[in-house]
Nanobody
Framework: QMQLQESGGGLVQAGGSLRLSCAAS????????MGWFRQAPGKEREFVVI???????TYADSVKGRFTISRDNAKNTVYLQMNNLKPEDTAIYYC??????????WGQGTQVTVSS
């Protein structure tokens, strides 16, 4: 059974950067389409970036130009580079496998807090 573990969250000032990691075990990320989601306090979970086979990916409008997804197959890890962070980016961030539903694999999340 594949498991995902996020890390790299923390407290950062507005305008700063963080890189989140999503390390996989019991499975190989190279065989999955992966995505990142987030959930802010009192809000629904929303997608940040999702990918599908064939190289297709899309970013939420709110993060376009600031966030970048990447993967290192040798490390079996997917990353989310977040630049120019804003207070509204404060949330718990999750990685997940396609199709990003109840039958997908989800990590436990990592907290990102952006201070103004």
């Amino acid at each position: 059974q594949m498991q995902l573990q996020e890390s790299g969250g923390g407290l950062v000032q507005a305008g700063g950067s963080l890189r989140l990691s999503c390390a996989a075990s019991g499975g190989t990320v190279s065989t999955y389409s992966m995505g990142w989601f987030r959930q802010a306090p009192g809000k629904e979970r929303e997608f940040v970036v999702i990918t599908r086979s064939g190289g297709w990916l899309t970013y939420a409008d709110s993060v376009k130009g600031r966030f970048t997804i990447s993967r290192d197959n040798a490390k079996n890890t997917v990353y989310l580079q977040m630049n120019n962070l804003k207070p509204e980016d404060t949330a718990i961030y999750y990685c997940a496998t396609y199709p990003y539903g109840s039958q997908s694999v989800w990590g436990q999340g990592t907290q990102v807090t952006v201070s103004s």
